[in-house]
């Protein structure tokens, strides 16, 4: 019985949370990737 | 008494100072009741007002108005208007401390303020508006921390890692604006759960869009307005590319606030019909919500743009205030004035004397903390020593 | 995190049963929720409330609230309106006047305790939760007290203790959620002398609801107040007139309090996910535009440095030319002069030769000299002339850097 998700407010609870970490780490990889995607410009400056 | 202590005592004793003091000795009397009995003590809070000016006033009318720091770094930074650069800083300070504020102000609405950071360590209510606004606040005032930062870090001469900082103006804006859109936001979404309790011509699904773009028109008409007032009191704290830059920034931020303005006077047009509310608007409350679209909305869109297209710096200056006001109506619309419309009125909320007096008193703070600092650190100036770093 | 490993794997698993076998789809399917099953709640029949206020004094009792100003039997209590307060988990309000009525309708007022409650989807630390019981309760270990619940509850149920300045609680009815797990009876339906109370299970609660309304059609309102409301509440009514004439508002919707913010909610990742994508690319594109207009700039001023370079040069060849030939044109003025002087000496000599044949005719040196200072003069002027014109370029190139 512990595995159903009887309402919806604990539904939301479960996907949000796993959404608020993917929300952290898609942010800061953001910065990763950015630096990645721009490695061999000419110019490296990212500022 | 020597002469000098004479001439000293006369330079501190400014109205301005006077004033200041006697706000603030009244806060910190303030501080102490409400801190050692209680919220009924302080304030008119009920239990159908669970909120009053503390959340209205000092947190979502705080954090709209300190909106100018993020619209301010986006525009130079990430839109390339470099020619402003100078409005950078103290558009960042002036947001900087509103956030510091606002959270120091909630301290005092909390009931077990020490608890603050629970949401996040015990809490994650992730279902909860509030859980996305205080996550965002948090970050958000770290990053403007950070992005103020540097000028402490030059006054004090901590070259490198002000350097270091300065390298992460980019990611830090970035961030910023992320971060500022979603809280601003959903300060606006925190009423949605309430339909009920919120008058249908203010609650709308749109919400969360109207708190956002109304805090771009905050930011923009806030810098203007800030910096008509930083040049009264500081002009001497500026250099000559601040003071060179100042009109140029009036009419630019005075057109971008009208442009932004049009939108949000054609969205608050497209929720009524979305709501199907027309018939309300010949009520009370419709006269009310008239008078923000036409004169707080409408008409600062068309000053704005009159004074733009004539130049006219003192008009655009007069409607950024004007603005700001609109902007306070509209926050306290949301969240106390047409918040439990349907109540007798004598269950509706009016402030205590002392929840004013708070409200004054962090107001009060901000412009003594930003004295402080202009008088201090390069704000208004550039440092000679980080010149043309940027 | 909140939810445990074991509990997340479980869910993940359930998920994959329900598409599997396809049994109880409805409940697993992340689809539609319908709340715990055989969850408790109580029905309350207005039309058999007599307002003796025994429930209130229950409640008062086994939550151990303070002994309020009048006592439980003094009945011009309820001449006022009244609401829940900290003191008071439940109140029983008197409604005169109704036309559809004969006389005065009574009707409790407490925590309905939602499917889907409002305060819980509100706070920010999960203190509400909507137990497998049916009851919704308040943790006190992790209230911030930031009161968004109250602002939530559309039925304006919970209070707060704004006289207590270190550890103000927020209070509710908990539906006797500690005397249930005991097996015993909410105070209040167990002091109901007029059972205008039903506690049991939700579903049958609904059953009796609904036959009740059949057999006595006259009696009630064709409604269960409670069984939709707000996405449906464990505490349901039964009146005989209509509902907003006894304080239950009829305009709150169907809409569980969860869904009202799902959709700001479901906003926030994707303003995550793109604005950095939209602002990054902002960004690149004024820093782009910004780079053309620096090398447009540069190209500009490097040829307008040339430009002025090659005038410069022209303007000082022209000028060594000139002085060349201005040089050249003295030199030959002066030789001429000289040759002149010359001629005209040897004539007057020759005059003279004829004149004093007998004077002697030993000094013929024509004056050189003269004509070489002439030439030395020019000279200098010209190189004087040649000096400037480097100078005019320095200054151009100085003024197109600036603008």
Redesign the interface.
């Known amino acids: 019985m512990?595995?159903?998700?009887?309402?919806?407010?604990d539904?939301?609870?479960?996907t949000?949370?796993i959404?608020?970490i993917?929300?952290g780490i898609?942010?800061l990889s953001?910065?990763g990737f950015?630096l990645f995607l721009t490695a061999r410009d000419e110019?490296k400056n990212?500022? | 008494m020597s002469e000098d202590a004479a001439v000293d005592r006369k330079s501190i004793m400014t109205p301005f100072n006077i004033c200041a003091g006697i706000i603030v000795i009244a806060g910190l009397i303030v501080t102490f009741i409400r801190f050692t009995q209680g919220l009924g003590a302080a304030t008119n809070l009920s239990e159908y007002n669970p909120w009053g000016i503390w959340i209205g006033f000092d947190l979502l009318v705080g954090v709209a108005l300190a909106a100018g720091g993020y619209v301010t770094s986006a525009a130079v930074y990430l839109f390339g208007m470099k020619r402003f650069h100078s409005a950078v800083r103290p558009a960042i300070l002036t947001g900087f401390l509103g956030y510091l504020f606002v959270v120091v102000a909630l301290h005092y609405d909390l009931g077990r303020p020490w608890r603050l950071p629970y949401p996040f360590i015990f809490g994650y209510g992730t279902t909860s508006m509030l859980f996305e606004v205080g996550l965002c606040v948090a970050l958000y005032l770290t990053v403007l921390f950070l992005e103020f930062s540097t000028a402490p870090m030059e006054w004090l001469g901590y070259k490198r890692t002000r350097n270091l900082v300065h390298r992460l103006t980019l990611v830090l804006t970035i961030f910023g604006v992320v971060l500022s859109t979603l809280h601003q936001s959903s300060l606006g979404a925190l009423f949605l759960i309430a339909p009920s309790k919120l008058h249908p011509l203010w609650y709308s699904p749109y919400l969360p869009t109207y708190f956002f773009v109304s805090s771009i028109i905050a930011g923009l008409s806030m810098v203007i307005f800030e910096g008509t007032l930083a040049h009264r009191a500081f002009h001497h704290k500026m250099d000559e590319a601040h003071k060179a830059e100042h009109n140029p920034l009036t009419l630019g931020f005075g057109k971008a606030a009208s442009l932004v303005l049009a939108g949000y006077f054609s969205i608050k047009v497209i929720g009524i019909a979305a709501g199907n509310h027309w018939h309300l608007l010949a009520t009370g409350y419709g006269f009310w919500f008239l008078v923000e679209l036409m004169g707080f909305i409408a008409l600062p869109c068309l000053l704005y743009a009159m004074g733009v297209r004539e130049q006219n710096l003192k008009l655009i200056r007069f409607t950024a205030a004007w603005t700001v006001l609109g902007i306070i109506i509209n926050r306290l619309n949301v969240s106390i004035i047409a918040f439990n419309w349907q109540l007798p009125s004598s269950e509706r909320y009016f402030p205590h004397w002392m929840e004013f007096t708070i409200s004054i008193f962090i107001v009060t703070l901000i412009v003594l903390a930003y004295r402080f600092i202009v008088t201090r650190m390069p704000i208004l100036y550039e440092h000679p020593e980080y010149k043309d770093s940027h | 995190m909140s939810i445990s490993r074991r509990k997340f794997l479980g869910w993940l698993g359930a998920a994959g049963a329900g598409t599997t076998i396809g049994s109880k789809a409805n409940a697993a399917s992340n689809k539609v929720f319908k709340g715990y099953p055989d969850s408790m709640g109580v029905l309350h029949d207005a039309t058999l409330c007599v307002g003796c206020r025994e429930c209130e004094a229950a409640c008062n009792k086994v939550n151990e609230l303070s002994a309020p100003d009048k006592p439980f039997t003094d009945l011009t209590v309820l001449d006022v309106k009244r609401r829940t307060k900290n003191e008071a988990f439940t109140v029983v309000n008197r409604y005169d006047g109704i036309p559809e009525s004969k006389g005065p309708v009574f009707r409790k007022t407490q925590c309905n305790h939602c499917l889907e409650p409002a305060c819980a989807s509100a706070c920010f630390v999960r203190a509400f939760k909507k137990t497998e019981s049916g009851a919704v309760v308040w943790d006190e270990s992790v209230c911030v007290g930031c009161r968004y619940c109250m602002i939530a509850c559309p039925f304006d149920i919970p209070t707060y203790e704004y006289d207590n300045p270190l550890t103000p609680k927020v209070l509710k009815c908990t539906m006797c959620a500690p005397r249930i797990e005991k097996g015993l009876l909410p105070g209040c339906v167990e002091s109901c002398p007029k059972e205008a109370l039903t506690y049991g299970k939700r579903e049958d609660l609904i059953k009796i609801a609904r036959d009740r309304i059949s057999k006595y059609p006259d009696r009630y309102v064709d409604h269960i107040y409670g069984e939709h409301e707000m996405g449906g509440t464990s505490w349901l009514y039964l009146s005989s007139v209509p509902f907003e004439k006894i304080a239950l508002r009829e305009d709150l919707g169907i809409t569980p309090a969860p869904s009202l913010t799902s959709g700001a909610l479901g906003v926030v990742p994707m303003v995550v996910g793109l604005w950095p994508v939209l602002l990054t690319g902002v960004y690149a594109m004024s820093k782009r535009k910004e780079k053309i207009a620096t090398e447009e700039r540069e190209t500009a001023v490097a040829e307008a440095i040339d430009k002025t370079t090659a005038e410069g040069e022209v303007k000082l060849s022209n000028a060594m030319a000139k002085a060349e030939k201005d040089k050249e044109k003295a030199i030959e003025k002066a030789v001429k002069t000289a040759l002149e002087e010359a001629e005209k000496q040897a004539e007057e000599e020759a005059a003279a030769k004829t004149e004093a044949e007998a004077a002697k005719a030993d000094q013929v040196e024509p004056d050189k000299s003269a004509g070489k200072d002439q030439a030395e003069k020019i000279d200098e002027a010209q190189t004087e002339e040649a000096d400037e014109a480097p100078k005019t370029k320095d200054a151009k190139t100085n003024d197109e850097e600036e603008s």
């Open positions: 512990n595995n159903i998700i009887y309402t919806l407010h539904f939301l609870l479960h949000e949370s959404v608020f993917i929300m898609s942010l953001m910065v950015w110019d990212i500022q």
